[in-house]
């Protein structure tokens, strides 16, 4: 059993409800399209924030000690 915050407790035939619900929704052909377009999305945000921290590095001025 899945304690997802937003929705409660939900099993696995809750899990399987809602994916027959997409399937019938969408249709058999239509969700490796949206699985690819979602997987993109989650790719494109990864790329941004490894992009966003390394920019943060680059503005970070290196920290050298002149002690002697």
């Keep these: 059993m ?7 407790s939900i099993g696995f035939q809750e899990i399987l ?3 027959l619900v997409v399937l019938l929704f ?3 052909k239509k969700i490796p399209e ?3 377009g979602l997987g993109k999305g989650v790719r494109s945000f ?7 921290e390394k920019a943060e590095d ?5 920290q050298t000690s002149d002690k002697g």
């Design 2 to 8: 899945t304690n997802l915050l937003f929705l409660g």
């Design 46 to 52: 990864k790329d941004g924030m490894n992009g966003a």
């Design 26 to 28: 969408f249709g058999g």
């Design 34 to 36: 949206l699985m690819k």
């Design 17 to 19: 409800l809602i994916a």
């Design 58 to 62: 680059d503005k970070k001025p290196e």
